[in-house]
């Protein structure tokens, strides 16, 4: 149990475009998503913490307006780069938790992330 | 300040030796403790993790850690390390928020 899926794995998009990433909780309820970031060789970065059906909270330094959060589920959550730029390429992992157990993080696979 | 603190960056070892990765973590860090696995290009799959109770915790693959309050130390160790433990090893912690306070993480390489 605890199965957490992203989609896509993969992506590459042009400079400019927005892409979408998924993050679903599968056999669980999850309250609380988090998303983070990660560069090569470096730890996880929490950029954002949403909970279903609220607006997301968003850690010191991340532009709110580039990363756009949606969680509108129980078992999904969305990050959306918008107007992607190079500098926007990482990995990026989402985690879920659920309710009442919020320091227990269940993380998906990673989406990697390149804009050329 | 809330951390956690991996003392070591890279760890190489042979095949069959015993292993410690080392982790500290800050006193303001709520004391929920985790060590976390990840291979390359996947996510971070949970290796074991301290609530409460015996300061002994077991995990998957063979790995322990064990949770000495007086030093803030959550240190994970192996008493026989396969090729297949080869990865990157994080160390993270529970804020009185929830969040999770990652280590710096630790890379392990398991020679032959």
């Known amino acids: 149990g605890a199965v957490v899926s992203q989609h896509p794995s993969r992506v590459i998009c042009k400079s400019g475009t927005s892409v979408k990433i998924e993050c679903r909780s599968l056999?669980?309820?999850?309250?609380?998503m988090f998303w983070y970031r990660q560069f090569p060789k470096q730890s996880l970065m929490l950029m954002a913490t949403s909970n279903e059906g609220s607006k997301a909270t968003y850690e010191q330094g991340v532009e709110k307006d580039k990363f756009l959060i949606n969680h509108a589920s129980l078992t999904l959550s969305t990050l959306t780069v918008t107007s992607a730029h190079p500098e926007d390429s990482s990995f990026y992992i989402c985690?879920?938790?659920?309710?009442?157990?919020?320091?227990?993080?269940?993380f998906g696979p990673g989406t990697r992330l390149t804009v050329t | 300040a809330q951390s956690v603190t991996q003392l070591d960056s890279q760890v190489p070892v042979f095949e069959e030796a015993p292993v410690e990765l080392r982790c500290n973590y800050s006193s303001s860090v709520s004391v929920y403790l985790f060590w976390y696995v990840q291979y390359p290009n996947q996510g971070l799959q949970l290796l074991l993790k301290y609530l409460s109770g015996s300061t002994l915790v077991k995990g998957i693959n063979g790995f322990e850690a064990e949770f000495n309050k007086s030093q803030t130390s959550f240190h994970l160790r192996k008493p026989s390390v396969h090729i297949s433990d080869t990865a990157e090893y994080f160390c993270?912690?529970?804020?009185?928020?929830?969040?999770?306070?990652f280590g710096q993480g630790t890379t392990l390489q398991v020679k032959p």
């Open positions: 985690s879920a938790s659920r309710e009442g157990l919020f320091y227990e993080q269940y």
């Open positions: 056999d669980f309820q999850a309250t609380t």
């Open positions: 993270a912690g529970s804020s009185n928020t929830g969040k999770l306070i």
